[in-house]
């Protein structure tokens, strides 16, 4: 993949998320109503904060272990930020936690993983080694 800027990342990580957004908010309208939206778009919300602060993480790292540094700080966020927001939502109740947000929370959280991963990737700088191939 290419290198790309943070912007453009962050431009395609919305993309994803609006567009699982969509696919998974009519199901849960049918199941929860409204509160099943709610839950979906907390969601799909905390997922790309999450996925974005992941990103941005990516793209600061510099020095000759940036692709280790930019995997445990951005673990930190994409992991740490939907577990707490889950784990909160559930145990103070509502309507969200009735509507299932945990579930969702999960979905979510594999489609930012499976879209940021590259795109964190695509951030890293090139190793010099790479430079003196070409």
Known sequence: MPR???ATCA????????????????????????????????????CWSAASLALVAS?????????????ILGMFFRVGLPL????????????LADAGVFGLLVIFYLLTLAVETPLSLALLPTAERDKKAC
């Open 4 to 6: 790309l800027n943070l």
């Open 11 to 46: 431009l395609l990580l919305l993309l994803a998320v609006l567009a699982g957004f969509a696919i998974v908010a009519p199901f849960a309208y049918d199941r929860h109503g409204v509160d099943g939206v709610l839950a979906t778009a907390t969601a799909a919300g905390v």
């Open 59 to 71: 793209a600061l790292v510099r020095g000759q272990f940036a692709g280790f540094h930019a995997m």
């Open 84 to 95: 707490a927001a889950g784990v909160y939502l559930t145990k103070r109740g509502g309507s």
